[in-house]
């Protein structure tokens, strides 16, 4: 079968200083013309050097068959955008060619169109005759968009009038309820409350299941887990990876550790730590972090994932009762929860001296998403003797902690739980 | 659409042919822009639809005050008739350069956030403003009967001069539109043109009335058969054959230059707006 969509070559260049061209004026774009009167090119399409440009996406070929579900996953900049903009037809190529096969239908922001000065009602109508459904599809539609939109009362009420929330649950509505064959669909998971996102993600889910072939962009790696089959990793504009979904944000999370953490390397240099309180000798040395799969851990973990930690200490004079710790807070400052190796029941007590290396590992770091300050230390005979607080930052990623795409947004843990609804004994009598 | 449906998007260079039936598939979109710029059009005014007649009103009771009373004007049709004959499709005209020449700076999120035909955006505002047309030529029938003015069957060419007057507002306005997402000195020169354009065209004066040689150089615009036409059917004032058809055919010509100049130009609108 031929693919629904067959990325062949594509690349897209745009100039750079494009902020003073976009707002050229006549007078530029004309003493230009009289400087050089010859040129065949019109009015202000003077050619640049290829020095004033980049290319946001470079010769990215991706086939992608029928039903299929393929997020793209990529830092900011990563081209995933423009991406989708060309597969959209919104912007053309620069090179390359796309082949598209089947009804279309983007979704590259929710409420597109929207008029402040239109009902709730008409607003249905425009928006979604914007996103490329017909007037009697809105019609068989309407009531299903109102309903899960949860704006009955205010139908006739001008938008303008709406709080932000229920705009962006009508606006969202709407879209949900496009249904082409293929859907293009960026980051547009992340709006409203916590419980409107997840009737979108239930939303979204239904409509990778019917079947549709769905490219996805998404901050959002637990969506992307949940929703996706495939993963394509973008960096630069190019691809560098392409798997299944769990592998390509494993692959992200690796080798470009989210959002500026590619620059963040996975060994703390703690001897010269500026968190160690002025009263410490330096006795430890350095904190290494991987994963569970012992690769290097670059600050980005993803929430429930496997963390190993291993600290790296010089005892100067011989002693059998040592102990180090790892201990996570929330920026706040509140203390979440410490790891500390006299929790571990079969510890040697043999005397030592010298390097020393304390291994910890932690199968599942039940955290929920956020930015995290880890603190290290090391106890020498039950006294504090050296700590290093603040030693190196942890982002926890989302991830799909219970299968379900959804991670609490409010405490600090995710708790394992499970739950079952008892079996109705009596119909209730009328 | 068929699963067969089959798009293929490259790169696009040069003058390219315009899709129509894309633009036939997307035809209901072009109703709703319409509507919706005719609902939109005098919400939270307190004259609402009225200001439709008012505008060609007014101009009409300065200038017959002007021309008729202080320094009048020789015109065959009692002068109200003759110039709110000619403010009708100027005021058309006027309104539709203003209106689609800002009709793509103003949807700025729906162009770099969806696809769809976006030649639809300042024909959807064009499109809406011959409403006002028509309730403009509404009045005209009352002001006729007040007067007593006899019309003729020539009264059915209305639509087509109705058509060509939207041939030329399109075609100038798509143009502009397409102007104005690069260089946005358009917003500032469309008022300053309409209104050196305005006293260009025979809407206060009858061609007859300038000097022969004048004539040639009014008659390129093409505004001026529409309008001197306009009066030809209503009034029954005379007017040069010729002169119609060589406003019809620029008319004609205009549009679709303005299609293909729009056509060529939308491609980097995403990028540049």
């Known amino acids: 079968m031929q693919p629904a969509i067959e990325i062949n070559g594509i690349s897209k260049r745009y100039r750079l200083g494009e902020g003073a061209q976009m707002y050229a004026s006549f007078r530029e774009a004309l003493s230009g013309k009289l400087k050089n009167p010859w040129k065949t090119k019109g009015i202000g399409r003077q050619r640049r050097g290829e020095k004033n440009s980049f290319w946001a996406v470079k010769n990215v070929s991706l086939n992608i068959a029928k039903g299929e579900t393929v997020a793209l996953i990529g830092s900011n900049g990563a081209g995933k955008s423009t991406l989708l903009k060309i597969i959209s037809r919104i912007t053309d190529p620069t090179e390359g060619y796309i082949k598209v096969r089947g009804r279309m239908g983007s979704l590259l922001e929710v409420g597109t169109g929207f008029h402040p000065e239109l009902k709730g009602r008409e607003n249905i109508y425009l928006n979604g005759a914007i996103l490329g459904m017909h007037k009697a599809e809105i019609d068989s539609k309407f009531d299903e968009i109102v309903s899960f939109a949860g704006i009955g009362k205010f139908l006739d009420t001008p938008v303008k009038r709406y709080s932000s929330g229920m705009y962006v649950r009508l606006a969202f509505s709407i879209a949900a309820h496009l249904d082409p064959e293929i859907l293009i669909v960026d980051e547009v998971l992340a709006v409203g409350d916590v419980a409107f996102q997840k009737k979108c993600l239930g939303k979204m889910s239904e409509a990778c299941s019917r079947a549709r072939t769905v490219v996805f962009v998404s901050h959002n790696l637990a969506a992307v887990e949940s929703l996706c089959s495939r993963g394509v990793v973008l960096h630069q504009g190019g691809i560098v990876f392409d798997g299944p979904a769990k592998d390509a944000i494993q692959f992200y999370l690796e080798n470009l550790g989210g959002d500026g953490g590619a620059s963040r390397s996975n060994i703390v240099d703690l001897a010269s730590s500026p968190g160690r309180p002025p009263k410490f000798r330096p006795h430890l040395k350095k904190l290494e972090l991987f994963n569970g799969d012992d690769r290097p851990l670059r600050g980005d973990v993803p929430a429930g994932g496997a963390l190993k930690a291993v600290i790296r200490f010089d005892l100067d004079t011989p002693c059998t009762s040592f102990d180090a710790w790892i201990a996570f807070d929330t920026l706040g400052g509140q203390r979440v929860c410490t790891a500390h190796s006299s929790y571990e029941p079969d510890r040697e007590h043999e005397e030592r001296v010298g390097q020393q290396t304390f291994t910890c590992e932690i199968p599942s770091l039940p955290l929920i998403p956020g930015e995290y300050k880890v603190h290290v230390g090391l106890d020498i005979a039950s006294g504090e003797a050296d700590w290093i607080e603040d030693a190196t930052r942890l982002t926890v990623l989302k991830s799909d902690f219970y299968g379900t795409g959804i991670l609490p947004t409010k405490g600090l843990l995710l708790l394992r739980n499970r739950w079952s609804l008892e079996y109705q004994r009596e119909a209730v009598a009328v | ?273």
């Not at chain 2, 320094?71 to 309104?95: D, E, H, M, Q, S």
């Not at chain 2, 206060?204 to 615009?221: D, G, M, Q, T």
């Open chain 2, 1 to 273: 659409m068929s699963a067969t449906y089959e798009l293929t998007i490259k790169p696009r260079k040069g003058w390219q042919p315009i899709d129509l039936k894309e633009l036939w598939l997307f035809r209901e979109l072009l109703g709703f822009l319409v509507w919706r710029d005719i609902k939109v059009r005098y919400k939270q005014t307190i004259l609402g639809g009225l200001w439709a007649i008012l505008q060609p009103l007014i101009g009409t009771i300065i200038f017959g005050v002007m021309f008729s009373k202080v320094a009048p004007i020789k015109t065959t049709a009692p002068y109200i008739l003759f110039v709110y004959a000619g403010l009708v499709p100027w005021t058309f005209f006027a309104n539709s350069l203003s209106m689609s020449s800002n009709s793509l700076i103003g949807s700025e999120q729906m162009i770099r956030k969806t696809y769809l035909p976006r030649v639809f955006l300042p024909l959807g505002a064009i499109l809406a403003l011959v409403l006002d047309m028509l309730i403009g030529f509404a009045l005209m029938s009352v002001l006729l009967v007040y007067y007593h003015y006899p019309v003729s069957a020539a009264l059915l060419w209305l639509p087509a001069l109705m058509l060509g007057c939207f041939f030329v507002a399109a075609g100038m306005g798509l143009t502009l539109s397409a102007l104005n997402v690069r260089y946005r000195d358009v917003k500032y020169v469309v008022p300053f043109f309409t209104q050196m354009l305005f006293f260009l065209t025979p809407v206060i004066y009858p061609l007859s009335s300038a000097p022969p040689k004048l004539k040639v150089l009014l008659a390129l615009n093409p505004m001026a058969g529409m309008i001197e036409g306009f009066r030809h059917v209503i009034l029954g004032s005379a007017m040069a054959g010729d002169l119609m058809w060589t406003s019809a055919a620029s008319a004609t010509l205009l549009f679709i230059a303005g299609l293909f100049m729009f056509h060529r130009m939308e491609r980097t609108f995403a990028d540049v707006i």
